[in-house]
């Protein structure tokens, strides 16, 4: 054996001295040394609620996932559970809408009829609702509109705040509002301990970028916007030092868990958000983020398992918590059968 001489100890710290491969040359010793995994319980399926019995619309554009009537999400929810998902959010679809979004906040709106069935069924799943008001208007912006057709910011925190407590009523463990209002955040906390749901946690999506990757959800849930677009209320997308700020001043407003979106295009905003805030950070793998990795592999351009895996790990890796991703159900079996 060769003894090091004192030239090859002058290279400590350099090749030959340090040979990288060395670490990568076993499955056992990656394992070993893997940094970020994600975990099943780490991953939150978002669910599309419509009203009805038997009925499974899947989506066009997003593969894999259909608007089920509450009997049939409660199954899939059950089977999600059973993978070992941490959670569902949970959107509704109606055709039920008018200028004031009377059925977000309805008793019997389809939402709270979804989650009725879920606290029935499936106990223990953690739901959480997403709280906005585009998929119950007419015109299918997230807020009210005033006169001049604007979205006025605070008459639509009053049924922002009802639709949170319509969701707790029902048996929501989080309700998380995707409307970009200021303020909601402090009304819908006011509300909720006003209603006596002091334990119902806030997600905000405090850091939601006005995206393009948002197109297949639109066509999920019918919540495009009849004029104009969401640029007045969600944030421009070169703005990163603006995230911290909404990210503050959720949490100074009571948020328990704060949110960037899109996720996989802002992982530089992710990475900031984590330094800005000991809080729970969740980061939300888009529609069109999901659709474009499946719309690849059709064509047999990539592998979309390795190309998902891949993707929700940078994630991970950026500093998110909870990653909601359409995929959580084969990523949490993908991940078992890794482990
Ligand atoms: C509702 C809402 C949207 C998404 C989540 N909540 C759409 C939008 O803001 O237009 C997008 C989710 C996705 O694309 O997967 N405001």
Redesign the pocket.
Known sequence: MEVPTAQAGAQTGVFPAVRHRRLRRSEGIRRLVREAVPRPSQLVL?MFAVEGVGVRQPVDALPGVARLSPDLLVEEARTAYEAGIGGVLLFGVTDQKDAVASSAHAEDGVVQQAVRALRVAVPDLVVIT?V?L?AYTDHGH?GLLDDDGDVANDPSLEVLARTAVSHADAGADVVAP??MMDGRVAAIRQALDDAGHEGVAIMSYSAKYASA??G???EAAG?APGHGD?RGY?MDPPNAREAVREVREDVAEGADMVMVKPAATYLDVIRDVRAATDLPLAA?H???EYAMIHAAAERGWLDARRAMMETLTAIVRAGADIVITYAAVDAARWIEEER
């Open positions: 978002p997403d906005c585009c997230c995707s409307d990757f948002y297949p959800f639109r919540s969401r969600q939300y888009v529609s069109g």
